[in-house]
């Protein structure tokens, strides 16, 4: 058994009701439910967590180092574009991470194309909507065994 992390950026809890041409219309306890379940059938445990804010991102990814965590699976946002502090808090705690993204960023707008966490990561899932979170789950799973 393992323990996975699910970090959700800023808006992500808005999903069901921000953008659903975009983001579709499942809530995030919704998905996080489905990855948790994913895991569960693994054999992992997945703790979730969101927020809006940079700082209580890092706070919470500084956290994992100490809690027990082996993979973080995350979705930062629009941070995902913006945030040398995420980035530099994933290489600090040096813990393996799949980021996640519900649409095809490279199908949007051409500053969505830039990723600053994308080369440290173990890997990559955009464009398959909720679906993405149980893919980085077994994702997870593979690399933990590996
Ligand atoms: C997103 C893509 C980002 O560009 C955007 O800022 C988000 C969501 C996605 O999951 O598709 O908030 O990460």
Do not use: K
Request: aromatic share 6%; glycine share 8%; with cysteine.
């Amino acid at each position: 058994m393992s323990r996975l992390l699910l970090i959700n950026g800023p808006n992500l809890n808005l999903l069901g009701s921000r953008e659903p041409q975009i983001y579709g219309d499942t809530p995030l306890t919704r998905i996080e439910a489905a990855a948790a379940s994913e895991a569960a059938q693994l054999g992992h445990q997945l703790d979730c967590f969101q927020s809006n804010h940079e700082g209580e991102l890092v706070e919470r990814i500084q956290a994992a180092a100490a809690d027990g965590t082996a993979l973080i699976l995350i979705n930062a946002g629009a941070y995902t574009h913006t945030s040398v502090a995420l980035r530099d808090a994933l290489s600090a705690v040096a813990l393996p991470f799949i980021e996640v993204h519900l649409s095809n960023v490279y199908a949007r707008e051409t500053f969505r194309h830039r990723s600053l966490l994308s080369d440290l990561a173990a890997g990559v899932i955009v464009g398959f909507g909720p679906l993405g979170y149980r893919l980085a789950v077994i994702a997870a799973h593979q690399q933990l065994s590996a």
